[in-house]
Nanobody
């Protein structure tokens, strides 16, 4: 069993930055692909970024490429998402997810956190 707890969300102005963290419990973190998804009000959950278990391979949604950076620290069982140049369209609940393969589809992830709210004001 894996438990994921996100933190670091909040209210920020356009152009600002936030760093999200996802603390994982369980022995499988270092061998799992980890991803960030987000869900805005009235919209479906969408892929943001994914990182493989070694941290050597990452992929991003086109909407965040060049602004967001996903990383992980396997020694601390923690996943990160550095978000820069934030825009109002980035406003959403952000979720971290754990899975056995690198994927862009939410249904392929086995474990999810409860989410953290990110609000970007204009």
């Amino acid at each position: 069993q894996v438990q994921l707890v996100e933190s670091g969300g909040g209210l920020v102005q356009t152009g600002g930055s936030l760093r999200l963290s996802c603390a994982a419990s369980g022995r499988t973190f270092s061998s799992s692909a980890m991803a960030w998804f987000r869900q805005a009000p009235g919209k479906e959950r969408e892929f943001v970024a994914v990182i493989n278990w070694t941290g050597t391979s990452t992929r991003y949604a086109d909407s965040v490429k060049g602004r967001f950076t996903i990383s992980r620290d396997n020694a601390k069982n923690t996943l990160y998402l550095q978000m820069n140049s934030l825009k109002p369209v980035d406003t959403a609940v952000y979720y971290c997810a754990s899975g056995s393969i690198v994927a862009l589809t939410s249904t392929l992830y086995n474990y999810w956190g409860a989410g953290t709210q990110v609000t970007v004001s204009s």
